[in-house]
Structures are given as structure tokens and as C-alpha cells.
T-cell receptor, first 116, second 110 residues
Framework: GAVVSQHPSRVICKSGTSVKIECRSLDFQATTMFWYRQFPKQSLMLMATSNEGSKATYEQGVEKDKFLINHASLTLSTLTVTSAHPEDSSFYIC????????????FGNGTRLTVT | KNEVEQSPQNLTAQEGEFITINCSYSVGISALHWLQQHPGGGIVSLFMLSSGKKKHGRLIATINIQEKHSSLHITASHPRDSAVYICAVTPAYNTDKLIFGTGTRLQVFP
């Protein structure tokens, strides 16, 4: 079945540094990738929708200059958390889709970010 | 009120019990998804439904479009079924969107 690989699974960084998270679709071309954030014991919150070759669409309240998204190819999207602060500590997870309303959902395993 | 509501929020069961998790939604939908999130955080898609019933192993998912309600059943539950089960819908008004329920935390004890 389709696999989405997300890397790294865990990262600890210092305040002020930037962290890049990669999301790859391994056996299908993902025209659309979604980035979510999840706080403890809460549901997934959509941050942005990433389309290959175009600018990401950010949800209201998500700072696009802080959470940089690049979808450079049909198999790779990256999320960069810039100038990280402790409040950015969270679980970030991506999903990839060929055509959302007709295809099952494929999620990465998530990245747990801790900013010290 | 959330557009997708799940119940119960938390559920404990003894191994072997039959489990039901419910999902109600308030919007017209294109599809409904049942997801399983493991303790480590990874999410697996269990079912995608737009009508009727689907079965995969010990898992059964049903949906009633008229009543805007879906159920996920687990037969002969096992400790490895312990996870958070999330209902999500693709609304008909925006098929690029997903609306998530808050999840049901299931613990199955041996």
C-alpha cells in the first residue's frame, strides 16, 4: 500500500534555531500534501495545504513566515519551523493525497518537536 | 458545537469485548474516514466510507447518511487495539478539507 515517510521522528532544538521536517510519498505522486499540528490529547489541526509547484495555502492563524512549506516535487514536501520557540513544541504530522475525496488518507508517522 | 462529534471520549475494555465508537456530524459529506492513531503518534487510515458498511478483519465500519452517523466496531478486542480512534469527514462544500473529531481513546486490558 501507499506509504508516506516523515523524517525526523523526534527532534530537540534550541530556541532561535530552525528545524526542517520532511514528508515523502514513497510509491505514489502526491499532488497535495497536508501539514497538521497536534497538541497533547487534542485532535489534528490543519496548518497548511501544500500543492506541488505552487505556494502553500495556510490556515487562518498560522504564520507563513514562521512555518515555511516547500513542495518542490511530487514526492517531497518540507515544513521548516523558523526561529523556534518553546511554544512551537508539538507533534507535527503530514499526510499526502493524490485526490483527497476519492483516495484513502496516507499519513506520515509524525515528528515530535521539542524546543528548549 | 463541533461539526464532528465522537463518543465516548475514553473507553476501557477487557480483552475479548465488543467495542463500538460513535461519530456524528452536522454537514453534508463526500466521505467519512476512520483513523487509528498509535501511542507513538503514527496514524493509519482504517476505512473510507460514503455509504453502507465495510469490514476489515475484526473491524467493521457503518454509516447512515440520512442520520449523519457512523460507527466503528471492534470484535474480539485485543490489547493491541489500544489506540486513539479518530473520525474525520470530507465535507461536500469543500472536498479539499478534512474535519476531525476529537478522537476516542481506547484501552483494552488483558
Amino acid at each position: 500500500g501507499a506509504v508516506v515517510s516523515q523524517h525526523p521522528s523526534r527532534v530537540i532544538c534550541k530556541s532561535g534555531t530552525s528545524v526542517k521536517i520532511e514528508c515523502r510519498s514513497l510509491d505514489f505522486q502526491a499532488t497535495t500534501m497536508f501539514w497538521y499540528r497536534q497538541f497533547p490529547k487534542q485532535s489534528l489541526m490543519l496548518m497548511a495545504t501544500s500543492n506541488e509547484g505552487s505556494k502553500a495555502t495556510y490556515e487562518q492563524g498560522v504564520e507563513k513566515d514562521k512555518f515555511l512549506i516547500n513542495h518542490a516535487s511530487l514526492t517531497l514536501s518540507t515544513l521548516t519551523v523558523t526561529s523556534a520557540h518553546p511554544e512551537d513544541s508539538s507533534f507535527y504530522i503530514c499526510s499526502a493525497s493524490q485526490q483527497l475525496n476519492n483516495s484513502p488518507l496516507h499519513f506520515g508517522n509524525g515528528t515530535r518537536l521539542t524546543v528548549t | 458545537k463541533n461539526e464532528v462529534e465522537q463518543s465516548p471520549q475514553n473507553l476501557t475494555a477487557q480483552e475479548g469485548e465488543f467495542i463500538t465508537i460513535n461519530c456524528s456530524y452536522s454537514v453534508g459529506i463526500s466521505a467519512l474516514h476512520w483513523l487509528q492513531q498509535h501511542p507513538g503518534g503514527g496514524i493509519v487510515s482504517l476505512f473510507m466510507l460514503s455509504s453502507g458498511k465495510k469490514k476489515h478483519g475484526r473491524l467493521i465500519a457503518t454509516i447512515n447518511i440520512q442520520e449523519k452517523h457512523s460507527s466503528l466496531h471492534i470484535t474480539a478486542s485485543h490489547p493491541r487495539d489500544s489506540a486513539v480512534y479518530i473520525c474525520a469527514v470530507t465535507p461536500a462544500y469543500n472536498t479539499d478539507k478534512l474535519i476531525f473529531g476529537t478522537g476516542t481513546r481506547l484501552q483494552v486490558f488483558p
